[in-house]
C-alpha cells in the first residue's frame, strides 16, 4: 500500500512538471512571435526608410563661401518637424498636405498663397538672407531645406542638425532643378502620386502658353526696383520665360546675373518688344511701390508693348520669391495667360 501511494504521489507531480513546461513554452513562444512580427502601423510609419537624398544640385559658388559642397543626406525615418528656408519649396509641401513644418523665415515677404505660415503656429527662424540660429536650434529639427540665399550658411545650419538639403531651382536648369525638388519631396513624404498628378497640370499650362507665346515676335522681361530697371534674357534668373515658356527675346545680349543688367528707358524704346513683362521686386521685399506711375513715363509710352496694351506687371512675391513651387509654378503661368489671352 505504501508502494502505491509513493507510485500515486510521483505520477502527481510528473504531471505537474510537465504542464508547467508547456505553459512557459507557449509563453516563449508567444513572446517570440510578437518581437518577430512588428505591428503593421510600425511598418506603414518606416516603410521606405533609411532613405538617402541627394540635393537639387552638388555644389554652389559664394563670394563670401567660395564653392559649397552639398553632401547627401541619409533620413532614418520620415521628418517630424521640418524648417523650410525656400517658398518655392514650403508651397510644394503645402500642396501635397506635408505636416510637420514647424520653421519658416517669417521676417521675408511671404507670397499671398503661404501668408498662413506667417501665423503664430510656426516659428519665425529668421528672413532668407539671415537665419536665426539660436531659435532653429530649439525646435531640434530633423530636417532643414535651403536654397541658395541660405547656401552661405549650409556649414553653420549642419551643426545644428546634419540633415540639410538643399532644394532650390537653378537659373541654368530650372525646369529639371525645379523637377528633382518636387522629387525630393515626393520621395521624403511619401506623395510621389499626388506631386506628378500636379506637375502633369503644370506641364498642360506650359503647352498652353506655348500656343500664345507664338503670336509675338520679340519680348522683354525687366524687373522693376525702386524707380530702377535690370533686363533679362536667356540663360537668366527668368530665362524659363523664353527657354520653356517659349516667348522670343528682343535680344540676347544682356549681362547674365541673378538682378539682372543695368537697364534704362531708352533701351526699352531702342528694343521696342511687342511684350514688356516687369517684376516688382519693390513690392517683393514689402515697400511701396511705383511701379505703374514709374513705368509709364513718355519714353515707354512710344513702345509697341504700351500702345498694345501689353505691359505686363508680374507679381512680385511670386515671381521674386517664390517660385520653384508646385502652386506658384503653375500660378505664373496663370497670370500670364490672364493678362495676354
Known amino acids: 500500500m505504501k508502494n502505491f501511494k509513493l507510485l500515486t504521489l510521483m ?7 510537465l504542464a508547467a513546461c508547456n505553459s512557459n513554452n507557449e509563453s516563449t513562444d508567444s ?14 510609419t518606416q516603410e521606405g526608410y533609411p532613405l538617402t537624398i541627394s540635393s537639387t544640385i552638388s555644389q554652389s ?21 521640418i524648417v523650410v528656408f525656400d517658398y518655392g519649396f514650403l508651397d510644394t509641401l503645402d500642396t501635397l498636405g506635408v505636416e510637420g ?39 531640434q529639427p530633423d530636417v532643414i531645406f535651403i536654397s541658395g540665399r541660405q547656401s552661405v550658411f549650409y556649414e553653420q545650419l549642419k551643426e545644428i ?28 513624404f511619401g506623395k510621389e502620386a499626388e506631386a506628378q498628378e500636379h506637375v502633369a497640370e503644370i506641364e498642360a499650362a506650359i503647352e ?5 507665346s507664338g503670336q509675338f515676335d520679340n519680348t522683354l522681361v525687366t524687373m522693376y526696383n525702386e524707380g530702377k530697371l535690370s533686363g533679362f534674357s536667356t540663360n537668366s534668373r ?32 531702342e528694343f521696342n518688344p511687342q511684350v514688356l513683362f516687369v517684376i516688382d521686386r519693390t513690392a517683393a521685399i514689402g515697400d511701396v511701390s511705383n511701379i505703374e506711375s514709374d513705368m509709364e513715363n513718355d519714353i515707354v509710352k512710344q513702345t509697341t508693348a504700351y500702345k498694345d496694351n501689353r505691359i505686363v506687371y508680374l507679381d512680385g512675391p511670386l515671381w521674386y520669391l ?14 500670364i495667360l490672364n493678362e495676354l489671352k
Open 101 to 139: 513644418i514647424v520653421g519658416v523665415p517669417q521676417d521675408s515677404q511671404l507670397p499671398e498663397h503661404l501668408t498662413k505660415y506667417s501665423s503664430d503656429d510656426y516659428v519665425n527662424v529668421g528672413t532668407l538672407k539671415e537665419p536665426l540660429f539660436e531659435d532653429i536650434a530649439e525646435i
Open 61 to 81: 559658388e559664394s563670394e563670401e563661401a567660395g564653392t559649397i559642397l552639398f553632401e547627401d543626406v541619409t533620413l532614418e525615418k520620415m521628418p517630424e518637424k
Open 11 to 17: 505520477l502527481a507531480m510528473l504531471v505537474f512538471v
Open 161 to 188: 542638425t546634419p540633415n540639410v538639403i538643399f532644394v532650390g531651382a537653378t537659373q541654368d536648369d530650372y525646369w529639371n532643378t525645379f523637377l528633382k525638388s518636387v522629387d525630393i519631396a515626393g520621395q521624403i
Open 238 to 269: 527668368y530665362g524659363y520665360i523664353y527657354d520653356i515658356y517659349g516667348f522670343v527675346p528682343v535680344t540676347e545680349d544682356i549681362e547674365s546675373s541673378s538682378h539682372g543688367s543695368n537697364f534704362g528707358f531708352e533701351a526699352i524704346l
Open 31 to 44: 513572446n517570440t512571435s510578437s518581437e518577430a512580427e512588428p505591428s503593421n502601423e510600425t511598418e506603414t
Open 322 to 335: 517664390g517660385g520653384g513651387g508646385l502652386q506658384s509654378e503653375l500660378a505664373k503661368i496663370q497670370e
Open 208 to 212: 498652353e502658353i506655348k500656343e500664345l
